[in-house]
Nanobody
Framework: QLQLVESGGGLVQPGGSLRLSCSASGFDLDYIAIGWFRQAPGKEREAVSC??????DLYYADSVTGRFTISRGKDTVYLEMNSLKPEDTAVYYC?????????????????????WGKGTLVTVSA
C-alpha cells in the first residue's frame, strides 16, 4: 500500500535538536513533493516546511525559519530541527503530492495531500 513513514521523534529539552525522516513504502518518493506538517495539542494542523520533488525549492513557516531545515536524501526527506522550543511540541507528519504549482502553495494553500504518514511525536520540555 502507498504509505509514508516518519521517524525520529522523541523527547528533547528546549534548545535541543532532532532530525526527522520521511520515507515511502509502495511508491517512489523521489517523484513526490513533500511537506512536513504538525499538529499540537488543541491546535489545528499547520504546515511547517515543504520541498519540491527535485529539492530545488523550499518553503518554511515563519515560526520555524532559521531553526528548521528540510532536505532530500536518497529515498528520504529530512527535517532537521534545531533550537527547539516548547511550542514546537506536536505530532509531526510528512505528506506528499504528485504535483504542485509552487512549493509555497503546497504549504499555504490547503491543498489535499495524496499521501500521509502516521506521524511521529516531538515533545520539547525541560
Amino acid at each position: 500500500q502507498l504509505q509514508l513513514v516518519e521517524s525520529g521523534g522523541g523527547l528533547v529539552q528546549p534548545g535541543g535538536s532532532l532530525r526527522l525522516s520521511c520515507s515511502a513504502s509502495g511508491f517512489d518518493l523521489d517523484y513526490i513533493a513533500i511537506g512536513w506538517f504538525r499538529q499540537a495539542p488543541g491546535k489545528e494542523r499547520e504546515a511547517v516546511s515543504c520541498i519540491t520533488s527535485s529539492g530545488s525549492d523550499l518553503y518554511y513557516a515563519d515560526s520555524v525559519t532559521g531553526r528548521f531545515t528540510i532536505s532530500r536524501g536518497k529515498d528520504t526527506v529530512y527535517l532537521e530541527m534545531n533550537s527547539l522550543k516548547p511550542e514546537d511540541t506536536a505530532v509531526y507528519y510528512c505528506a506528499g503530492r504528485t504535483w504542485i504549482t509552487t512549493v509555497s502553495d503546497m504549504c499555504t494553500s490547503n491543498y489535499e495531500m495524496h499521501y500521509w504518514g502516521k506521524g511521529t511525536l516531538v515533545t520539547v520540555s525541560a
